[in-house]
């Protein structure tokens, strides 16, 4: 059973930063896509950013390209997404999720980290 616990989520004025970190844990992740996704309320969904757990190849939304990094340490387990130059308009809940290289879609979830952006 996969299990992702994400934290680092707050408060940050705008122009900040902020890291958020996702623990993963019950698996082999070699073969797992990890993404961040963020949901504000009233708006659907959103993938901002993913990471392929072997090879480290990257995918990010338009919409945070080249303020958000996203990461991963391999012997920690752990999946980051760096947010930099934060706006009010990034203040969402965010959620880590995983995947195998082979699912069309995610299929696990952490329980998620707010993130609140005053400006």
């Known amino acids: 059973q996969v299990q992702l616990e994400e934290s680092g989520g707050g408060l940050v004025q705008a122009g900040g930063s902020l890291r958020l970190s996702c623990a993963a844990s019950?698996?082999?992740?070699?073969?797992?896509?990890m993404g961040w996704f963020r949901q504000a309320p009233g708006k659907e969904r959103e993938l901002l950013a993913a990471i392929t757990w072997s090879e480290g190849n990257t995918y990010y939304a338009d919409s945070v390209k080249g303020r958000f990094t996203i990461s991963r340490d391999n012997a920690k387990n752990t999946v980051y997404l760096q947010m930099n130059n934060l706006k009010p308009e990034d203040t969402a809940d965010y959620y880590c999720?995983?995947?195998?290289?082979?699912?069309?879609?995610?299929?696990?979830w952490g329980q998620g980290t707010q993130v609140t952006v005053s400006s």
């Open positions: 999720a995983s995947k195998t290289k082979f699912q069309s879609s995610y299929n696990y």
């Open positions: 019950g698996r082999t992740f070699s073969n797992y896509h």
